[in-house]
Nanobody, 123 residues
Framework: QVQLVESGGGLVQAGGSLRLSCAAS????????MGWFRQAPGKEREFVAA???????RYADSVKGRFTISRDNAKNTVYLQMNSLKPEDTAVYYC?????????????????WGQGTQVTVSS
């Protein structure tokens, strides 16, 4: 079993920055794909970013150039640096782990999920 715990969410003004962290524990393997998703009220969960153990990355078009995913394999931690935040980035952000090898952008491919952390961007 794998446990994922997110932290770092909060309230920020438009144009500001936040850094989310996700600490993994349990039977987590270095090869796992680590991803970030988000879900706004009344909307479906959507892909934000993913990274494999070798730091290859994939981003949603809506966050390219503003968000950066990174991982520290020694600490079993993945980060999401969010810059130039917009009100439409407001959502609950979830960390997820996938035992496959492809950088999937589909929530159904991910096996483990954290509890989520709220990010609110005010205009």
């Amino acid at each position: 079993q794998v446990q994922l715990v997110e932290s770092g969410g909060g309230l920020v003004q438009a144009g500001g920055s936040l850094r989310l962290s996700c600490a993994a524990s349990g039977r987590i393997y270095r090869r796992y794909i680590m991803g970030w998703f988000r879900q706004a009220p009344g909307k479906e969960r959507e892909f934000v970013a993913a990274a494999n153990w070798n730091s290859n990355t994939r981003y949603a078009d809506s966050v390219k150039g503003r968000f950066t995913i990174s991982r520290d394999n020694a600490k079993n931690t993945v980060y999401l640096q969010m810059n130039s935040l917009k009100p439409e980035d407001t959502a609950v952000y979830y960390c997820a782990a996938d035992g496959a090898t492809m950088l999937s952008n589909t929530p159904y491919d991910y096996d483990y999920w954290g509890q989520g952390t709220q990010v609110t961007v005010s205009s």
